[in-house]
């Protein structure tokens, strides 16, 4: 990854790194040209909730604060890509990445923003969470989710990474 070191990349919460990449291939994708977008005003708006990379983050690297902070996210990507735009975090939860896309909108349609890279990240990586929900009565015994249903029991814990651009 340009910009960022071994060191770095070892301590980043793998949902960062996941974001690099998606947001990069999504600007890609899109048909933007890396070298045209630095500088550019091009916004980040991130929806991510999950900390569980801090509960097993491990060593007394400078990284391990940045690589698990959630703020951190969205200006990780700003930086590496060198956009100029709003660069913003969201944490909502559920909603979280809806949250930023209507974010990003919004700042694209107040001219605050040339365009946007929209993304939302979400991976379990220590049981710990998942276990607390469970005594607490909010995940689904059935391990499915049946929102809107009879039969709805609770909601099931899922995992995704994913980007587009605006």
Do not use: K, W
């Not at 340009?2 to 998606?22: C, N, T």
């Not at 007394?60 to 590496?80: E, N, P, Q």
């Not at 956009?83 to 001219?111: F, K, M, W």
């Amino acid at each position: 990854m340009s910009g960022v070191s071994a060191a770095e990349a070892g301590a980043m919460d793998p949902q960062q790194r996941l974001l690099l990449e998606r947001g990069y291939a999504a600007l890609h994708g899109a048909g933007y040209d890396r070298d045209a977008l630095n500088g550019s005003l091009m916004g980040v708006f991130v929806g991510i909730a999950s900390t569980e990379f801090a509960l097993i983050c491990v060593g007394d690297s400078v990284y391990a604060a940045t690589g698990s902070s959630l703020s951190i996210a969205s200006g990780r990507l700003s930086y590496v890509l060198g956009l100029h735009g709003p660069c913003i975090a969201y944490e909502t939860a559920c909603s979280a990445a809806l949250v930023a896309a209507d974010g990003a909108v919004r700042a694209v349609q107040a001219l605050r923003s040339d365009g946007a890279l929209v993304a939302g990240v979400n991976l379990m990586l220590a049981p710990t969470i998942g276990m607390r929900f469970a005594v607490a009565g909010m995940t689904s015994a059935r391990g499915r989710c049946h929102a809107f249903d009879g039969r709805s029991d609770g909601y099931a814990r899922g995992e995704a990474c994913g980007a587009m651009a605006l």
